[in-house]
């Protein structure tokens, strides 16, 4: 393929080696890193301290899918609650499935009581400190044993999420699309990799990729390394990463019921696999390319009472829409779990709202 290396990247605007270019990106690191509560600041890490692997681990792991202003009230409220991996290890599930709650991706707040149980009774409480070690913990893919390894261990591991994919295939201007691209961007990622400042160099491409080299609209005239910048110089780098075309999101329709007893709300606990599995929830009907006849939705009711339609939410998951049309009625119900109207908060934002629709209307 027709892409230049590391070696020769620098070429495009002067010749410039990675060496070089690492440099100035670490240079601009230590001006212009991120303050964020699971970071060491950059003169404490200078002095030796090292981040808390436990912290850098459940900051990875909220990280993944959402941002850091919806993950950082999160990590805040987790780490008072759970201040080590211990405390975390030995809460019951259903505190830490319900405090992840409006997080998403339920499958990943289990995976990390699993890791955090291994840690703690396999381990000691103490992370392994090489990256295979850290992979072999439940759950742990590559991406999170490679951020945790040089973020925490200072190893030389090589970090490459959605972030530091586009600031490859921008520098290097490649042409292949994703997802076929990874290997070759995770390739051209790891040759620039160095035994020296590992974890400031991935924490330093993350940075670049959140609040510079930014996904629509990269500003090139703020980048510390826009002389190395293949797409920058070709003049239309918000072009890359280049993608196959997406098959669209097929659409499901469910009903969601919302059942009262005085100031209580019906709410059952899903099956745990499977999408939001192991979550406390609406009861609902299942979820089909087929809108719901008024008929067919009380006919799949949790209970045999007088049901009436209390409007609908809509929900994107990630490989789905749903549309949630809500029925609302008071009366007696078995198999249920009974809440308080306050509890609500516990729930994944899909029935969240389709709650709160429902309560809002009379029944
Ligand atoms: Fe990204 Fe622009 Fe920097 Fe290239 S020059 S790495 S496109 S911000």
Same mark, same amino acid.
Request: net charge neutral; with cysteine; hydrophobic share 45%.
């Given at each position: 393929m027709a892409y230049p290396t590391a070696e020769t990247?620098?070429?495009?605007?002067?010749?410039?080696?990675p060496d070089h270019l690492r440099a100035q990106l670490l240079s601009w690191y230590d001006a212009n890193a991120r303050h964020l509560p699971w970071r060491v600041g950059q003169q404490d890490h200078a002095t030796g301290v090292r981040a808390d692997p436990y912290r850098v681990w459940l900051s990875e792991v909220m990280l993944q899918q959402t941002t850091v202003p919806h993950a950082t009230p999160y990590f805040l409220a987790f780490t008072e609650r759970w201040p080590t991996v211990a405390d975390l290890a030995s809460e019951a599930d259903g505190e830490v499935m319900a405090a992840w709650?409006?997080?998403?991706?339920?499958a990943r707040a289990r995976n990390l009581l699993a890791c955090a149980r291994a840690v703690s009774n396999d381990h000691g409480g103490v992370f392994p400190d090489t990256e295979e070690g850290l992979r072999a913990l439940p759950g742990l893919g590559p991406y999170t044993a490679a951020a945790v390894g040089a973020i925490a261990f200072d190893l030389p591991t090589n970090v490459v999420d959605g972030n530091v994919e586009r600031v490859m295939a921008r520098l290097f201007a490649v042409d292949a699309p994703l997802p076929n691209a990874k290997l070759e961007l995770k390739r051209l990622a790891g040759e620039l990799v160095r035994s020296q400042r590992p974890g400031d160099w991935a924490q330093a491409l993350m940075d670049l990729g959140a609040?510079?080299?930014? *996904? %629509?609209?990269?500003l090139c005239e703020r980048c510390p390394v826009s002389r190395h910048c293949a797409a920058k110089a070709e003049g239309a780098p918000e072009t890359y990463p280049r993608r196959t075309a997406k098959a669209a999101r097929p659409h499901r329709f469910g009903v969601a019921y919302v059942l009262t007893r005085g100031d209580e709300v019906a709410l059952v606990r899903r099956p *745990? %696999?499977?999408?939001?599995?192991g979550m406390l929830a609406l009861p609902t009907s299942e979820w089909r390319a087929k809108r719901w006849s008024e008929s067919e939705a009380i006919g799949a009711a949790p209970a045999p009472v007088k049901w009436r339609s209390a409007g609908e939410v809509e929900h994107v998951f990630t490989h789905f829409s749903l549309t949630l049309q809500i029925l609302r009625a008071e009366g007696d119900a078995q198999d249920v779990i009974w809440s308080p109207h306050r509890d609500m908060g516990g729930l994944p934002s899909v029935f969240l709202k389709a709650a709160r629709v429902g309560l809002s209307s009379a029944a």
């Amino acid at each position: 393929m027709a892409y230049p290396t590391a070696e020769t990247a620098g070429m495009v605007g002067g010749f410039v080696q990675p060496d070089h270019l690492r440099a100035q990106l670490l240079s601009w690191y230590d001006a212009n890193a991120r303050h964020l509560p699971w970071r060491v600041g950059q003169q404490d890490h200078a002095t030796g301290v090292r981040a808390d692997p436990y912290r850098v681990w459940l900051s990875e792991v909220m990280l993944q899918q959402t941002t850091v202003p919806h993950a950082t009230p999160y990590f805040l409220a987790f780490t008072e609650r759970w201040p080590t991996v211990a405390d975390l290890a030995s809460e019951a599930d259903g505190e830490v499935m319900a405090a992840w709650a409006g997080l998403g991706y339920y499958a990943r707040a289990r995976n990390l009581l699993a890791c955090a149980r291994a840690v703690s009774n396999d381990h000691g409480g103490v992370f392994p400190d090489t990256e295979e070690g850290l992979r072999a913990l439940p759950g742990l893919g590559p991406y999170t044993a490679a951020a945790v390894g040089a973020i925490a261990f200072d190893l030389p591991t090589n970090v490459v999420d959605g972030n530091v994919e586009r600031v490859m295939a921008r520098l290097f201007a490649v042409d292949a699309p994703l997802p076929n691209a990874k290997l070759e961007l995770k390739r051209l990622a790891g040759e620039l990799v160095r035994s020296q400042r590992p974890g400031d160099w991935a924490q330093a491409l993350m940075d670049l990729g959140a609040t510079v080299c930014k *996904p %629509k609209s990269p500003l090139c005239e703020r980048c510390p390394v826009s002389r190395h910048c293949a797409a920058k110089a070709e003049g239309a780098p918000e072009t890359y990463p280049r993608r196959t075309a997406k098959a669209a999101r097929p659409h499901r329709f469910g009903v969601a019921y919302v059942l009262t007893r005085g100031d209580e709300v019906a709410l059952v606990r899903r099956p *745990p %696999k499977g999408l939001l599995g192991g979550m406390l929830a609406l009861p609902t009907s299942e979820w089909r390319a087929k809108r719901w006849s008024e008929s067919e939705a009380i006919g799949a009711a949790p209970a045999p009472v007088k049901w009436r339609s209390a409007g609908e939410v809509e929900h994107v998951f990630t490989h789905f829409s749903l549309t949630l049309q809500i029925l609302r009625a008071e009366g007696d119900a078995q198999d249920v779990i009974w809440s308080p109207h306050r509890d609500m908060g516990g729930l994944p934002s899909v029935f969240l709202k389709a709650a709160r629709v429902g309560l809002s209307s009379a029944a």
